[in-house]
């Protein structure tokens, strides 16, 4: 199915490690974006792309890199991670502003222990 | 500082009735509100949206009311069934940002009791 796909679902990690959360979408959408969802605070913003090549920071991008070589791929990247980034991740895409919103993924379940 | 909220955080109601969640907003540029609807374990998927030039958008059981004046819509479920208990969010977009991100409330836990 057309869509976005996240990878992985779930992963476990301990204070310090690094990782990389990858999304993937193929309906040839031009924005891009990583939030986390935390209990009671919603959905907040941590970095975005409006094309490939470029990237932005949203609301809360410490301790968070990304880069979009690629139209179709978002990467999220924790060098160091730390228990304040245990959260759910949810990459979405977007083709353009305004009525459309976005298409998320189904989301990445991270704990840091 | 939260530029949307969603002062309820729950809500109950009985299937078969109306369902109205809430969201409030204080930024006057934004320009577009959406609705999602979040069951668990999946992604946000998009549901109704409304633009700030209308105060009314209807989408089968689902409309979404917009006033302005007190920056303030609401998305009423007709009849409410138990396949709608969900989390909802309301997102607001602003033009002036230059940038193509939607600002999200917190989001109200729906249960509808059959």
């Known amino acids: 199915n057309a869509g976005v796909t996240q990878t992985p679902k779930f992963r476990v990690l301990k204070t310090g490690q690094s990782m990389t959360l990858l999304c993937a979408q193929d309906?040839?959408?031009?924005?891009m974006y990583w939030y986390r969802q935390d209990p009671g605070m919603g959905l907040r913003l941590i970095h975005y792309s409006v094309g490939e090549g470029t990237t932005a920071k949203g609301e809360v991008p410490d301790g968070y890199n990304v880069s979009r070589l690629k139209k179709q791929n978002f990467l999220l990247g924790l060098e160091s991670a730390a228990p304040s980034q245990t959260s759910v991740y949810f990459c979405a895409s977007s083709y353009r502003q305004g009525s459309y919103g976005y298409t998320f993924g189904s989301g990445t379940r991270l704990t840091v222990v | 500082d939260q530029q949307v909220k969603q002062n309820s955080p729950s809500l109950s109601v009985q299937e078969g009735r109306i369902s109205i969640l809430n969201c409030d907003y204080t930024?006057?540029?934004?320009?577009?509100f959406l609705w999602y609807k979040k069951y668990p374990a999946e992604g946000p998927t998009f549901l109704i949206s409304?633009?700030?030039?209308?105060d009314k958008n209807e989408d089968g059981r689902f409309t979404v009311f917009l006033n302005k004046s007190a920056k303030h819509l609401s998305l009423h479920i007709v009849p409410s069934q138990p396949g709608d208990s969900a989390v909802y969010f309301c997102a607001a977009s602003d033009p002036l940002s230059g940038t193509y991100k939607y600002i999200f409330g917190t989001g109200t836990r729906l249960k509808v009791l059959a």
């Open positions: 309906m040839n959408h031009e924005y």
């Open positions: 930024n006057s540029m934004f320009d577009y």
């Open positions: 409304i633009s700030s030039i209308k």
